[in-house]
């Protein structure tokens, strides 16, 4: 990577209606905030193509719309194995979706797939839980804990790469 290269980061749950494109928009704010904008590109993905071109989920959009997040304007698509070569940090929401990761991941690039919650150790959760089925409370929960991993990832990419 040269350093005029921005640093480019993907984030992935099942269908990129709910978790994934909750994290884009935390992390593209916070990215904002912090100036950034320039060295840090974000995108998300969904590892199923349920909803592929469909908005975020309402609940989603609400959500982040409540606490000053817009991701009114992302739509969903579906992982390809070229994000491997395009994106320096591919993170899954969870388990599940790692595995579905694992087995698209080109050979050699296997050092860029983690789960996003390895970025909030205070925590001690291994993964972003799925709040579609769920009441209102669980995306409140989800944006909470993506807010935090956001903050540890961008330690992170400031720690490796600017």
Do not use: W
């Amino acid at each position: 990577m040269n350093a005029e290269d921005p640093v480019r980061i993907l984030f992935v749950c099942m269908g990129n209606i709910c978790r994934s494109p909750t994290a884009h928009g935390v992390f593209r704010r916070l990215v904002i905030d912090e100036g950034l904008s320039q060295r840090i590109e974000i995108d998300s993905a969904g590892t199923h193509a349920y909803h592929i071109g469909e908005p975020p989920d309402r609940r989603a959009r609400d959500t982040a719309r409540m606490r000053g997040v817009d991701i009114g304007d992302l739509r969903a698509r579906l992982v390809k194995p070229d994000d491997f070569v395009r994106f320096h940090y591919v993170l899954a929401m969870d388990r599940d979706n790692y595995g579905h990761l694992t087995r698209l991941c080109p050979k050699g690039l296997e050092d860029r797939l983690r789960l996003f919650m390895e970025f909030a150790p205070e925590l001690g959760l291994h993964e972003v839980p799925d709040p579609y089925y769920g009441g209102q409370r669980g995306f409140e929960q989800v944006f909470d804990m993506v807010e935090s991993a956001a903050r540890g990832l961008l330690l992170d990419i400031r720690n490796r790469y600017l």
